[in-house]
């Protein structure tokens, strides 16, 4: 089955890692605020599993950890949305049907961009997707025995030490941060992330230096200074900032479609609806605009979300995934959370849709993002190790399907259990979710949000790469700096050690070191789900 790439035992093995990891990912972005990648622990335990089978090949081990990983986002995408509405109302109701039909929905699109978009950025693009050739680089360097395989393990083994000590023996801080910098509400310092560090080095110290330049404008030339100078006070710095960084992403998200995307349409569309045609894509894509079509007719009669607001969700996704792929191509960061509220806002804008079906909104758009984010990593290592994308794609059908049936299962077997006040409470603080209600209401600051819509538009016509300068405004300050630091280090090693990367030495430790941390990470959080569950 394509050349024992795609293979009946590598599906059922995918599909149980799916349920595992979609269970531990729903419990740890409710009460950690976080869902660490999975793709490093997938590639490890899928090789280790076929490895003992027999007879495997790199490229199985790609598909099946491609299936294990998908429902992991899923869970994500769902865990930092839906909370939102009973942080709002406790008293509100959500029906199964609905919610699962949103879920459902949310990985149908994810599944349908996928597709089309993954010549255009993993391949024309070129993107790093540093999750991904980190994935590569552990299989084919665990897969030959080479000499650097001892680089690789020393290096995840000091990563996952590291972490071990950082989040489960709670041996010292994880972050440190400047008490009088956080007065502004600046979250000034660094994240002791040996992951973080090694995306930096990766991604390469270009693309983060402007990142980092994103955190200083929103940090000490918003927050920081715009108070210091009396232009505005603390509450009016804080949406000045959020809504910055949002219109910057906005902005990005309108430059690839006009200059990236529409001008290649024939190509990455052509085979929605022309016959036998593939354009840039590896399969036939024909039924997708038929599966949209009735999707939409689904979410307004089932959901009372409104037929525009579904028309708007579905068009909405198609900007949003697009940029989650590149955000997560450039920066090893996805917030799909964001990328929900910016439709939900638009959807308010356009109609009277009530605040539940305004989550369920976003809830369908993070829900792709998150799972377009995620497998356009694995198309990365895919593309790395000469695998079939289109038996990358089916496994990432069976995973990402049972991600979102179990995604919604476990998010009611919490609601049960532990009822509405425990969203937004000591139990499951569901920090985006908390965000997202929040925006509600609509962007808190508009002439900010339309300054970076139009200046991102701008910017990236001249191939800046401002997403990340909009990564850079939005996230917490000591996430930028760190991976700011893995930058640097990669600048040093270019300019004075060349043939330390030329080797690939760099990109192997770094390899390790992300691989470390996210092991670890994905093992903590499995723990504290059977915890919470038992």
């Known amino acids: 089955m394509f050349n024992r790439q795609l293979t009946l035992r590598g599906l059922i093995i995918g599909a149980l890692g799916s349920i595992v990891l979609t269970m531990s990912s729903m419990f740890i972005a409710l009460k950690l605020s976080s869902v660490p990648w999975p793709i490093m622990f997938v590639v490890l335990v899928s090789m280790f599993v076929l490895k003992l089978a027999g007879n495997t090949n790199l490229q199985e081990i790609n598909v099946t950890q491609t299936a294990m990983s998908a429902g992991a986002m899923v869970a994500g995408g769902l865990a930092f949305t839906i909370p939102g509405i009973w942080i ?83 041996a010292f801080k994880s972050t440190v941060l400047s008490s009088k910098a956080m007065t ?72 690839i479609l006009v200059k990236g995307i529409i001008p290649k349409a024939k190509d990455i569309f052509g085979s929605m609806f022309v016959k036998d045609k593939l354009g840039d894509n590896f399969i036939t894509m024909r039924w997708a605009p038929i599966v949209m079509v009735i999707l939409a007719f689904v979410l307004t009669v089932v959901t009372d979300m409104g037929i525009v607001s579904s028309v708007i969700t579905i068009l909405g996704t198609w900007l949003t995934t697009s940029m989650s792929a590149q955000c997560v191509g450039q920066s090893g960061i996805n917030p799909m959370e964001i990328f929900g509220i910016i439709v939900l806002i638009a959807a308010k804008a356009v109609s009277n849709i009530g605040d539940v079906e305004a989550f ?121 700096a760190t991976a700011a630091l893995g930058g640097a280090l990669r600048f040093f090693a270019d300019k004075f050690f060349p043939k330390f990367e030329e080797d690939g030495k760099g990109t192997i430790i770094a390899s390790g070191l992300l691989g470390g941390e996210s092991i670890v990470g994905v093992i903590i959080a499995l723990y504290l789900a059977y915890q919470i569950i038992a």
């Open 360 to 480: 369920f909104v976003a809830a369908a758009v993070a829900v792709a993002c998150g799972l377009v984010g995620d497998v356009m990593n694995d198309f990365k290592a895919g593309h790395i190790l000469n695998t079939d994308p289109k038996a990358q794609w089916i496994a990432e059908v069976v995973g990402a399907l049972i991600g979102g049936l179990v995604s919604v299962f476990i998010l009611f077997v919490i609601l049960k259990a532990y009822g509405p006040e425990a969203f937004g409470g000591e139990m499951f603080p569901a920090a985006q979710a908390s965000a997202v209600a929040a925006m509600v209401g609509g962007i808190s600051h508009m002439p900010s949000f339309i300054i970076g819509v139009i200046l991102a538009t701008i910017l990236y016509y001249i191939n800046f790469p401002v997403i990340t300068l909009g990564l850079g405004v939005y996230l917490p300050f000591y996430l930028s």
């Open 184 to 255: 502004y509400g600046s979250y000034t310092g660094i994240w002791l992330s040996p992951m973080l560090i090694s995306i930096g080095y990766i991604i390469g110290p270009i693309v983060v230096g402007v990142w980092f330049v994103g955190a200083l404008i929103g940090d000490f030339g918003i927050l920081i200074g715009g108070v210091e100078a009396g232009l505005w006070d603390s509450l009016t710095a804080a949406n000045i900032k959020a809504s910055l960084g949002i219109g910057l992403m906005v902005g990005t998200g309108v430059g």
């Open 88 to 170: 709002l109302n406790p008293e509100a109701q959500v029906e199964l049907a609905d919610l699962m039909v949103v879920t459902l929905g949310g990985v149908i699109l994810g599944l349908i961009f996928t597709a089309l978009f993954r010549k255009y950025f993993i391949v024309t693009k070129e993107l790093p997707f540093a999750m991904g050739q980190a994935a590569a680089a552990t299989l084919e360097v665990s897969d030959k025995g080479s000499k650097k395989v001892g680089l690789l393990f020393i290096s995840m083994a000091a990563a996952g030490i590291f972490t071990y000590f950082r989040d489960w023996k709670l």
